[in-house]
């Protein structure tokens, strides 16, 4: 029996799908069903928030995890990322007004809005700019819009918000796309079994 950390909506459909095109089990759920855990024949699937996606499997309660990217280097688990399956593709920059290009980098001491403060810290670190973080939860467009901040560190994927809200990206950090993530010790003990779901995988992406 292998177990899956999903996050439930679009994420977990399009992994539903893969294993129904690789003939490994039949599964679905519907918008309003509100089950946490499902079992298909010899699998089965925690549905979880996508920031925890890696809790689960690092701890080892789940052997395989899909979830983005960005969400394995915000939460910096003991996690094995091994396949990167090519959708949900985005990058995670830094943004700032229209115009204003990288002028941000000459700011001293710059005020940062982001969902992903381990993120954005590590990169300003890298630039050995010091940097204030203001953690937001969502809308965080909007802190750079009435000057909460200088500068936001966030997803852009059709750049469609940035360009509503008279921002832009100014630059990419990193690229993004949703991975499968494996618990280190059951990569050993179930190796067979994992590989199997790795190997499929790759033919489909
Ligand atoms: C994400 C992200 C941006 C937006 C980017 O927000 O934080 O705001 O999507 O997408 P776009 O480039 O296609 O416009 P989300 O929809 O998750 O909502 P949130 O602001 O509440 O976090």
Known sequence: ????????????????????????????????DRRLILEANDLRFYLAKPSD??????????????????TILEENRNIAEVLDLGFGKCRMCVCAKKGSGEAYKEIPSIRVATKYPHIAKEYFDSL??????????GSVELACIVGLSDVIVDIVESGKTLKENGLEDVTTIHNLSARLIVNSASLKTKYDEIIEIINGFKKIV
């Open 128 to 137: 050995n700019q010091h940097c204030e973080i203001i953690k937001l939860n």
């Open 53 to 70: 996606v890696p809790t689960f499997v690092e701890s080892g309660v789940a052997d395989l995890g899909v979830v983005g990217k960005d």
């Open 1 to 32: 029996m292998l177990t899956f950390a999903l996050s439930k909506g679009r994420l977990s459909d399009k992994i539903f799908d893969m294993l129904r095109k690789l003939g490994l089990c039949d599964v679905s759920i519907s918008d309003d």
